[in-house]
């Protein structure tokens, strides 16, 4: 496939293809690997990256994808690995040291909103742009949290977002304007968490809050009023 677009065939994509044909953006994926379990949750990633090579036009082949990863991965111990697809479905694989997770997320409000409607929040990309602006407002935080247009909380620059209230852990639904994170949908089939509209008000009413990724499951976090 011919990765070269011109300014006619921009025109024929939907708004949310052309950002990321004019950024040059790869889709992406980020796992944990343990040389004696393999890729964390690594079919939920899978199956995660093959719906946004749909949506947004990306070729995608799995057995390709896989083959990467056992290559680059064979003989490597714990790590962060990162899976980025080119649009033309040409695969990279990067390996990083293993992760430190903290013993609790610090988490500040950032008061410019995301929309919603935005397709590009539901797919994880090498886009971070609109991530690392509202991050650099807040460097003396552990993560960021968004807010959409309708004063609802979405996820973090980094990880999904959950809350207990009543006893109960709740996580912000996807129409909010939230990525669809492994984790987090880990969480939601065994009924660990259930989806519902969460608001700061919420956030800081709330009896404990807890950021989620695959790559360091589920940490405790606080927010900062």
């Given at each position: 496939?011919?990765?070269?677009?011109?300014a006619?065939?921009?025109?024929?994509?939907?708004?949310?293809?052309?950002?990321?044909?004019?950024?040059?953006?790869q889709l992406?994926?980020?796992?944990?690997h343990d040389?004696r379990?393999?890729?964390?949750?690594?079919?939920?990633h899978?199956?995660?990256?093959?719906?946004s090579?749909?949506?947004?036009?990306?070729?995608?082949?799995?057995r390709?994808?896989?083959?990467?990863l056992?290559?680059?991965?064979?003989?490597?111990?714990?790590?962060?690995?990162?899976?980025?697809?080119?649009?033309?479905?040409?695969?990279?694989?990067?390996?990083?040291?293993?992760?430190?997770?903290?013993?609790?997320v610090?988490?500040?409000?950032?008061?410019?909103?995301?929309?919603?409607r935005?397709?590009?929040l539901?797919?994880k990309?090498?886009?971070?742009e609109?991530?690392d602006?509202?991050?650099?407002?807040?460097?003396g935080?552990?993560?960021?949290v968004l807010?959409?247009?309708?004063?609802h909380?979405?996820?973090t620059?980094?990880?999904?977002?959950?809350?207990?209230?009543?006893?109960?852990?709740?996580?912000?639904?996807?129409?909010?304007?939230c990525?669809?994170?492994?984790?987090?949908?880990?969480?939601?089939?065994?009924?660990?968490m259930?989806?519902?509209?969460?608001?700061?008000?919420?956030?800081?009413?709330?009896?404990?809050?807890?950021?989620?990724?695959?790559?360091?499951?589920?940490?405790?976090?606080?927010?900062?009023?």
């Open positions: 496939m011919n990765t070269s677009v011109s006619a065939g921009l025109a024929t994509i939907g708004p949310a293809e052309a950002q990321l044909v004019e950024a040059g953006a992406m994926e980020t796992m944990y040389p379990t393999g890729l964390r949750h690594v079919d939920r899978l199956r995660r990256l093959a719906r090579a749909a949506v947004l036009g990306y070729e995608f082949g799995e390709d994808v896989r083959r990467h056992a290559q680059r991965l064979s003989g490597v111990g714990p790590a962060r690995v990162r899976v980025r697809l080119h649009r033309d479905g040409g695969v990279d694989v990067d390996v990083f040291g293993p992760p430190v997770a903290p013993a609790s610090s988490l500040v409000l950032d008061d410019e909103p995301v929309d919603s935005d397709v590009l539901g797919h990309s090498t886009l971070r609109r991530y602006r509202r991050r650099h407002r807040h460097p935080a552990g993560d960021v807010v959409n247009e309708l004063g909380v979405t996820e620059t980094i990880a999904n977002l959950a809350a207990r209230i009543d006893g109960v852990w709740w996580t912000p639904p996807l129409a909010s304007g990525l669809p994170g492994v984790e987090r949908s880990w969480q939601l089939d065994r009924g660990l259930r989806e519902r509209i969460l608001t700061p008000r919420d956030l800081l009413a709330a009896e404990a809050l807890a950021v989620t990724s695959s790559l360091k499951g589920v940490l405790p976090a606080t927010l900062r009023p």
